[in-house]
């Protein structure tokens, strides 16, 4: 069960084989990653309905000497006995099914089995709930080392039956009952986990049915954590060559969950030649789902990986990281595109007498707006000088190195904090590459207010504007990343009060991102705020829960040269910035048709600049990071 | 502003006050305890309200000089100008009037008053709850020093014109109206102090109204934690003396704000002979307020105060402990007469021959029911036999000296744990108080269990049987009280996955108590089971929180000999037991007609007993104190 590895990893369901190390053997002939396999034979149910139960030591089929530890910490899921109820309603039945469960997972234990698979078959399963839980939490040495998957159909048993009945009764009807199905099982899930805490050692094994549900509903699944799926032999149909395929959107779901690293499980009997096709389709699929997408690629690895925000003003940055962003194959192009037509305009200015033109580029790095500068100049026919400032003494040098031996006269490096530096002339066009993923959270309004004055009066801003962008989202796994990351000498919603970098992944979108600050530079302004406060609304189409909110943003270079890491107008190819997370304390849960209401604060005081946020509807989550007591950006 | 005295608590409104020294001196000699007044004086408002504020020096009246800073600390309630709006949707009147909002609270801090009050006038204040709340957090050198009293309407604007409208359109309508108006300002408080997360500094000044909302309204202002509450001077009727009284609805509501140690503050201008007068009214009503039911009287000082159950299997009780309990009027009299009846059952039993009835006293302690048995015997003219098994050795010397001095022949000391004691004769009666304040959570099960093989066949067991009962409750003061119990090396939940033992006070209850695990003794079921679980349903009545459980038990010692602490069913005058309460980690909205759904186990391992309890609607918190994680009892 390696997760990762660059094929994919299919395990195959033997339920009670006979001969579970013939089974094992036969499965790793198929190339078959794994087995799933029951722990109690099916045959021992009687003595657990009829009352309470007696004898315990027989039920266990497999016996642990079967197989070698090694094996069964490896290569075994283990599934629990599908009819269990621990939720039934007569208490001494109830408390029959808790024992046997018990039993069965205290086995799991002894084996040493990696995960455990048992059915989720039907909606508030408190008490099943409560038992797993318990069993993931307790002090190191007794907590349970498997994963739970908990089995969910993906439509309910009832909706898989309505769709063979008559549907006379009204299109309407049909499609809201259609709906309720679609939300239930998902809601049988969200109840489980829920009760549970969120618990991230329970992930979910989904039955893909043969009917799928709404685009919507897919990708609310796989916004979940979902660790495995369940590919019943019926799904596949057969080609022209007789082997086993699935349909189009079979097929794009499949793909879409071993992009979120889920594991296949081939269950059900034989429908073709050889199980040994199935695992090959899908093989085939695991490689059609890799990505070619250079930002999906440059992403890979780092999915739903946290990371703190840099920050540039506080921190120098080291060569690698300058290296990694100038490989950027559009940012710098569109730089070059936005200073070219700013030198054009420029140069059709009435005063343009055909003099050299000033460009500044305030943090510079290791020069990459020094060279868009320059190739601009050459483009547009404009003599130009270049300052080149730059806080960070390391980079500088490499600076120094370039002016000496390529660019000459035309730049003049100037090692200094370009909020302290005194220049002997005022530039026509002042360049900085100053954002972070969030727009202004890395203080480029405090840094470019502190520059412009060394801008002509008319002089021009590259970027001119930037705007943020917030869309609230659903993810139960970043929601365990950000928990995970409490430490021990720090208040427990520390980590809740702070933005984090991510490439988002596991997630569902509740709602498109809206803009939320805007700044204009120069700011002309004679009394210059930047702070901010607003109000967003975002209206839900499915019950879902509300985790956290995407950040983004827009920015105009020149006109209508733009970079976008918003989602919706995304600059193709680009890959500088993942989006930025603002966690949410506690997890919300929306249903369709509710606004989400959050209120967002950029604050400022003497020596720092911090957001805070809080949730107003549909229900209310306190202020987070107030008086940027746990994330703050230094000026 | 001294808290806790025999003496009402009464501040006098000065408003601004041209002359503050001279007020101040004229309010001490009215007998009034603290003044409240303006920060700024009002005739500079129009500055804040035409575009950005210039002067900033000049608003201040109260120069820090006029007062000793004892004083400034002591004596006087700083008023914040009751324009300021800033949550204008106007961003610069908004940004203006969090200048001035800013101002005024840096001032407060700067004189070193201890509350600042200023008013809550309409539905959410997203805005001002953040900039109140982010004074109150951060650092301990930077965080604010004074409470912040919210002053809150108990009826809004619109429902007091209402009050002189035509009643014409509908008595029904007229009720819902009046119902929502009567919900407005609190709902306008509950969204305030949700956004600043239930801080504790922020307390309510409750303006009083002059026609009162229903009972179940009052009784939810109850549940908050009021610090003051504002009396106008033209709610005071004039008495045939030409004194100042409240009417008597009035004066119910004002004794039990003073019972939730609220202060009081007289409002507006002189209607009567002397303002000392409503002051002597005030004191008056505080006197009153008083209680002597003796249990109130036993929880004086004790009003929700967090106290850690007792282990008594675990720890020995100290002597203090013995003496308190055994002074309970209530309880050992129903033992008495329990131990009569029953003793007078068995001596009208046919095999009975006028022989020696055995009692045997399990946990017998210093003697309390050794003395019942002795008595009742005398009462029943029945002969007895006592064995007092204890396993406290310090208790079984107070015992001992008595046998010697006292009982002789009647009553033999045994020093051993009921569990292992092997006794020479089974017993008749078998009394024991082992009884929590949830009825079973002092283990008394396991250990009438473990006892009853030294009970004849047809034995009786005093109590006989006994029954736990949860109610909700809404109570943002005990929800900060178990917050601050918060340990650094513990993680955040424990202290919320354990229960306390509490004199339940400041708290508002959801619904009526409902019956949750009932243990009978002797216990004649073949396969004893002690673990229980169950799901319980209250409905809600009105829109509150629900911040907890709490618990309590009834218990038949005898036939229908009874002792409860079930508020409904509550023995009079005994003080033996508080309530118990069972936290929740998240406080959950609740609406009138919402259902709550609480899931409740009490679960056993070899070593342990602890509950597990969780809320499945109207939203769901996870399972509390999963595996006993957090708290349990030690067998």
């Known amino acids: 069960m390696a997760l990762h590895k660059a094929r994919a990893s299919v395990g195959l369901d033997v339920d009670a084989a006979p001969d579970l190390q013939a089974a094992l053997l036969n499965a790793a002939n198929l190339n078959y990653d794994f087995v799933v396999t029951n722990l109690v034979h099916p045959r021992y149910r009687q003595e657990f309905i009829e009352g309470k139960a007696k004898h315990r030591s027989c039920p266990f089929t497999r016996a642990d000497l079967i197989l070698s530890s090694q094996d069964w910490s490896s290569i075994v899921v283990g599934k629990?006995?599908?009819?269990?109820?621990?939720?039934?309603i007569c208490p001494s039945t109830r408390e029959n099914y808790e024992q046997q469960l018990l039993q069965e997972l205290a086995y799991a234990s002894h084996l040493g089995i990696p995960a455990i698979l048992l059915p989720l078959k039907g909606p508030k399963q408190t008490n099943l709930a409560r038992t797993i839980y318990s069993k993931l939490t307790g002090s190191q040495s007794t907590e349970a080392r498997y994963s739970v998957w908990m089995q969910v159909p993906?439509?309910?048993p009832k909706a898989i039956s309505n769709c063979y009945r008559d549907t006379g009764n009204g299109e309407n009807h049909e499609d809201e009952e259609e709906k309720a199905w679609e939300n239930e099982t998902w809601h049988w899930w969200n109840y489980f986990r829920q009760v549970a805490d969120f618990n991230k050692k329970i992930g979910i094994a989904l039955e893909i049915s043969e009917d799928l549900p709404s685009h919507a509903a897919i990708s609310r699944w796989l916004g979940e954590p979902i660790k495995a799926f369940l590919v019943p032999t019926?799904?596949?149909?057969?080609?022209?060559?007789?082997?086993?395929?699935?349909?189009?959107?079979?097929?794009q779901l499949v793909k879409n969950l071993f992009r979120i690293k889920a594991q296949g499980i081939i269950t059900g009997s034989l429908r073709h030649t050889s199980m040994k096709h199935y695992q090959e389709y899908m093989e085939f699929l695991f490689k059609q789902s890799i990505s070619h997408d250079p930002l999906k690629k440059f992403g890979q690895g780092y999915e739903d990986y946290l990371q703190y925000p840099l920050q540039p003003l506080m921190d120098n940055l080291e060569s690698n990281t300058y290296e990694i962003f100038e490989k950027d194959p559009v940012k710098y192009r569109e730089y070059q595109n936005a200073i070219r037509r700013a030198l054009q305009d420029k140069s059709k200015e009435e005063k343009y007498d055909g003099k050299t033109l000033v460009v500044t580029v305030v943090g510079a790095g290791r020069g990459p707006l020094v060279r868009a500068s320059l190739n601009a100049a050459a483009e547009a026919e404009v003599d130009i000088k270049v300052y080149a400032v730059e806080k960070n003494p390391n980079a500088v040098i490499t600076l120094q190195l370039q002016e000496e031996e390529i660019w000459g006269d035309k730049v003049t490096v100037v090692s200094c904090d370009m909020r302290e530096w005194n220049p002997t002339e005022l530039t026509d066009i002042l360049v900085s590459e100053l954002l972070g993923s969030f727009g202004d959270n890395e203080l480029s309004?405090?840094?470019?207010?502190g520059a412009q004055r060394f801008l002509k009066p008319d002089g021009i801003s590259i970027p001119c504007d930037y705007t943020s962008f917030l869309a609230p989202i659903h993810s139960p796994k970043l929601y365990n990343e950000v928990r995970s990351c409490r430490e021990v000498d720090k208040p427990p919603h520390t980590p809740f009060e702070m933005p984090f970098v991510v490439q988002l992944h596991n997630k569902m979108d509740l709602a498109s991102a809206q803009p939320l600050f805007k700044f204009e530079h120069p700011n002309l302004s004679t009394n210059i705020d930047n702070s901010r406060y607003k109000i967003l609304q975002f209206q839900v189409e499915?019950?879902?829960?509300?985790?956290?909110?995407?950040?983004?943003?827009e920015c105009t270079l020149y006109k209508d040269v733009m970079l976008s890491i918003n989602p919706a107008t995304h600059s193709e190819g680009m890959f500088s910035w993942f989006p930025i997370l603002f966690p949410i304390k506690i997890p919300i849960q929306v249903h369709s048709g509710d606004v989400i209401e959050i209120h967002f604060w950029r604050k400022i005081s003497r020596t720092h600049v911090w957001y805070e946020w809080c949730v107003a509807s549909p229900?209310?989550?306190?202020?987070?990071?107030p008086n940027g007591r746990s994330y703050s950006i230094g000026l």
Chains 1, 2 share one sequence.
Do not use: R, W
Not at 80 to 88: F, K, P
Not at 234 to 251: A, D, E, I, M, R
Not at 542 to 553: K, M, R, V
């Open 445 to 449: 309004p405090e840094c470019l207010d």
């Open 234 to 251: 019926y799904l596949f149909l057969t080609n022209k060559k007789g082997y086993p395929v699935l349909s189009k959107p079979h097929q």
């Open 542 to 553: 499915s019950d879902a829960t509300l985790h956290g909110l995407a950040g983004y943003f």
């Open 619 to 625: 229900s209310i989550v306190a202020v987070h990071n």
């Open 154 to 156: 993906m439509k309910s």
């Open 80 to 88: 629990l006995s599908n009819y269990i109820n621990v939720d039934s």
